[in-house]
């Protein structure tokens, strides 16, 4: 039987740089990326930060942070990428102490499922507004829409432009994001 934490016990585990989360007390390790999943993380970590820094929108982060979902039920993960809006940047502390506006997660065949299902579940759940699922497999970005009434998903490829109901006014084509 695993043992249970809580997120008190959680944060007093080494600081580490490999992904780990709390999972209703359990944790989980996942072996590291690999190097294709995080060249598509550094590059569009790059392209956002600049769209962010640009317009003054917020903060963006890339993982591995910590971001505490439900400190009660002891969930914490670590998307690739999340960010916060300039309004709601009291939430970052030495972690992220709630939902933040964006997530990204890069599919990978280990994790695909888990991400568009699991985790995109307590996304919405918890009060993420955005995620995208950056599949570099079919090379293709899914946004998927968590605010509206009913979650709307809308798929972007090739020369079509990613659109985001948090970024506006972000121009990219999706086959930019796998360059």
């Not at 249970?4 to 590291?32: I, K, S, W």
């Not at 888990?114 to 993420?128: I, S």
């Not at 955005?130 to 020369?159: I, N, Q």
Request: aromatic share 8%; hydrophobic share 45%; glycine share 4%.
């Amino acid at each position: 039987m695993k043992t249970r934490l809580n997120v008190a016990q959680y944060f007093e585990l080494p600081e580490t740089v490999r992904p780990m989360e709390l999972l209703y007390g359990v944790v989980r390790e996942p072996p590291a990326p690999r190097y294709g999943h995080q060249a598509i993380v550094t590059h569009l970590t790059v392209l956002l930060d600049a769209h962010v820094r640009a317009h003054a929108l917020g903060r963006l982060c890339v993982s591995p942070i910590d971001v505490v979902l439900d400190r009660d039920r002891a969930l914490v993960v670590q998307p690739d990428i999340i960010f916060i809006a300039a309004d709601r940047l009291h939430i970052i502390k030495d972690r992220i102490g709630g939902a933040p506006d964006l997530v990204v997660e890069v599919l990978s065949l280990k994790t695909a499922k888990r991400d568009r299902t699991t985790k995109l579940g307590w996304y919405h759940r918890y009060g993420v507004k955005e995620c995208w699922l950056v599949d570099p497999k079919e090379r293709c970005v899914e946004v998927v829409d968590l605010v509206a009434p009913a979650v709307r998903r809308k798929t972007f490829s090739a020369s079509m432009l990613v659109q985001s109901r948090v970024f506006p006014d972000f121009r990219a084509k999706a086959v930019e994001f796998f360059r």
